[in-house]
């Protein structure tokens, strides 16, 4: 059964570093997402991405965080100057066509470290 | 406010018996209802989905069910075993656009003892 992956399953950074978090989701699903999970809290959404481009992003999602597609099959999230604070889990998730009811397929998680 | 509020936050119970997890929420526009099993250090997989006109949806052991006028959901867990051991979370999603939001719920951290 296809699913999504995520590279790398764990990674630790400095404060104040650029973090690159990858994700390759199912190859026929158009629209994408990332969340995150600090830890022993609730999930939270941070943007959506459809044909090239941001769908919707939370308040969170500010001018440090960036997604792009690069190359038809990954999709990335890009912290530009990492804070403690971003410590969490980050998923990736993916759908076919997007509407209210279409089911997201998560991936397993990238656990990042701000140390 | 937009609000997903579950219990309770935590359930131990025998393997073999049944359970029932709650969800409440304020949230508007409603568009519909999910319940995720995400297990520890794990993606949340999806075992329902549910639109305003839908009571009751099933996935195997799993019974969904939605109020809408009380704005109440429950999942019913039948015959647990050892490896539904993990966090059932529920999300509203507002809106009727793909750019919809999403609010997720804290979790129920279910554990299955044998």
């Known amino acids: 059964e296809p699913e999504v992956t995520q590279t790398p399953s764990h990674q630790v950074t400095q404060m104040g570093q650029e973090v690159i978090l990858r994700c390759v989701p199912i190859?026929?699903?158009?629209?994408f997402y990332w969340y995150r999970q600090i830890l022993g809290q609730k999930v939270e959404f941070l943007v959506s991405?459809?044909?090239?481009?941001?769908?919707?992003k939370s308040e969170i999602f500010d001018d440090q965080f960036s997604v792009e597609r690069p190359d038809g099959s990954n999709f990335t999230l890009k912290i530009r100057s990492t804070k403690l604070e971003d410590s969490a889990m980050y998923f990736c998730?993916?759908?076919?066509?997007?509407?209210?009811?279409?089911?997201?397929?998560f991936g397993p998680g990238t656990r990042l470290t701000v140390l | 406010k937009n609000q997903v509020e579950q219990s309770p936050q935590s359930l131990i119970i025998l393997e073999g018996k049944n359970c029932t997890l709650q969800?409440?929420?304020?949230?508007?526009?409603?568009?519909?209802l999910r319940w995720y099993k995400q297990d520890t250090g794990r993606g949340p997989v999806s075992l329902t989905i549910?639109?305003?006109?839908?009571n009751t949806k099933s996935n195997g052991r799993y019974t969904a069910t939605l109020d809408a006028d009380t704005k109440q959901s429950s999942l019913h867990i039948t015959a647990s075993q050892l490896s539904d051991s993990a966090s059932y979370i529920c999300?509203?999603?507002?809106?009727?656009?793909?750019?919809?939001?999403?609010?997720f719920g804290s979790g129920t951290r279910l554990s299955i003892r044998p």
């Open positions: 998730a993916s759908s076919e066509i997007g509407t209210n009811t279409d089911t997201q397929y």
């Open positions: 190859s026929n699903h158009l629209y």
């Open positions: 549910m639109t305003f006109s839908e």
């Open positions: 999300v509203v999603i507002l809106g009727y656009s793909s750019a919809s939001k999403i609010i």
């Open positions: 991405f459809y044909n090239n481009e941001i769908s919707e």
């Open positions: 969800c409440n929420y304020t949230v508007s526009p409603f568009s519909n």
